[in-house]
């Protein structure tokens, strides 16, 4: 039976080390081209929603549910299919959702933006003016919320997640406290990259929380709602319902899109928020807009009519992610977990594996992936300014390679963390 690393005497860890570096060298010589970076959906995937495509056809057919023209100008709120559908998905009313283009980082970034020049609903004055912001980060987290922050300057503060959610202490403890704390990151349902799912008791405090600001917001990225990995879904959050009761209605602005469950490039998107956070947005939003594009609303509209179709669809998704996490767990657990060097989440749903590896080996194990063809997320890509303060978390995303290249991909990659592994303990015993 093997045994942990830190166990081996100096010899033994060198002769490992001289096998690893063999069957490492024989990847490199394959001259590889693998990517596990970003969780982009397969060619396999996008081809499911080839209905969508086909949904509007010709010029007889390009009219919504309520006889709007959507080759023209019209309809600001979207169409009310899909105004409807995010309704549903996101447990927030009709009249308080708005579809947008075929990103909801788009909406993200506009949402901030907005507040620096305008301030939100409950905002004293616009962001801009204040002596400075601060968001705070459950961590790992997603990187692209982290880059919109650090281009408004934003200063942002990590809160480690639970598992169910970010510490509640924490959080409460600071918002309390600190008027400059304006808003927190959330991505609820299959969290990226960890797979938490966050607690009705996590959502409760969140809702009901004191805040010192007036004007802080839960910004609510539920990009994954029915990206299940088990075939079995999550029940949809009322996040919505537990502000309105708490008297915080406006706390929570909301984000979704299809990106994952139709066309990642060409989906629909959604924001939703409360009457007066709407009411405070609308100038803005009117001035960049008249409508959106309607006919690709059309075509989303036609094939995902309801929940069940969307349900239908993401289990087909599942039938062919599942396989690949699958692989990859194996694979882990096979050539890593005797040795206790590595740790890694079980993801019910979502897209990503979020694997722990000793402390100050993250960059160098991506770093000999890379060398070898291998291309992973970059070190400390989830945590604020790209900086994993122990070095040791990496992003896995199995999405997009096929069955074989993920295990070669796989083997590379533990070859990589034994090799990132034994020179670390080694360098402590030098």
């Given at each position: 039976m093997k045994k942990a690393l830190i166990d081996f005497n100096n010899e033994e860890l060198s002769a490992l080390y001289r096998l690893l570096s063999s069957r490492y060298d024989s990847f490199r010589a394959q001259n590889l081209k693998l990517n596990m970076a970003r969780g982009k959906p397969s060619p396999e995937q996008l081809d499911l929603s080839e209905d969508v495509l086909n949904a509007v056809t010709d010029i007889n057919n390009c009219y919504s549910r309520d006889g709007i023209d959507c080759r023209n100008y019209s309809d600001f709120y979207g169409l009310s299919e899909l105004r409807e559908l995010f309704s549903q998905i996101l447990s927030v009313p009709f009249n308080?959702?708005?579809?947008?283009?075929?990103?909801?980082?788009?909406?993200?970034?506009?949402?901030?933006s907005r507040a620096f020049l305008h301030g939100l609903a409950n905002s004293p004055r616009p962001w801009s003016q204040e002596e400075k912001i601060k968001m705070l980060c459950p961590v790992p987290g997603y990187d692209r919320h982290y880059t919109i922050c650090e281009s408004f300057g934003i200063e942002m503060i990590s809160i480690p997640l639970t598992g169910s959610g970010p510490d509640m202490d924490m959080v409460e403890e600071l918002v309390a406290k600190d008027p400059l704390i304006k808003g927190i990151w959330i991505i609820p349902v299959y969290s990226n990259p960890t797979g938490d799912i966050y607690s009705n008791e996590v959502l409760f405090r969140l809702a009901n929380m004191p805040a010192k600001a007036n004007d802080f917001t839960i910004i609510c990225d539920n990009a994954y709602p029915f990206h299940t990995l088990t075939g079995s879904f999550v029940k949809p959050i009322c996040l919505f319902d537990m502000c309105c009761a708490a008297g915080n209605e406006d706390r929570p602005i909301f984000f979704a899109s299809t990106s994952k469950i139709s066309f990642a490039a060409g989906g629909v998107s959604?924001?939703?928020?409360?009457?007066?956070?709407?009411?405070?947005a609308l100038p803005s939003l009117q001035a960049q807009f008249i409508c959106m594009d309607k006919l690709n609303q059309l075509r989303h509209a036609r094939v995902f009519s309801d929940l069940d179709a969307v349900k239908s669809r993401m289990l087909q998704h599942c039938e062919l992610l599942s396989p690949k996490f699958d692989l990859v767990e194996k694979a882990l657990d096979a050539n890593l977990s005797s040795y206790g060097v590595a740790s890694w989440n079980l993801p019910l749903g979502g897209y990503f594996i979020s694997l722990k590896v000793m402390e100050n080996t993250a960059k160098r194990i991506i770093g000999l992936c890379k060398d070898a063809g291998l291309i992973l997320t970059s070190a400390g890509a989830g945590f604020p300014y790209s900086i994993d303060p122990h070095d040791c978390y990496i992003r896995l995303a199995p999405s997009y390679p096929s069955l074989e290249e993920l295990n070669t991909a796989t083997e590379l990659l533990c070859i990589s963390i034994l090799l990132a592994s034994i020179e670390n303990i080694l360098s402590f015993s030098d």
């Open positions: 308080n959702v708005l579809i947008g283009g075929n990103s909801s980082l788009t909406l993200m970034y506009d949402t901030i959604c924001i939703a928020m409360s009457d007066s956070n709407f009411k405070k």
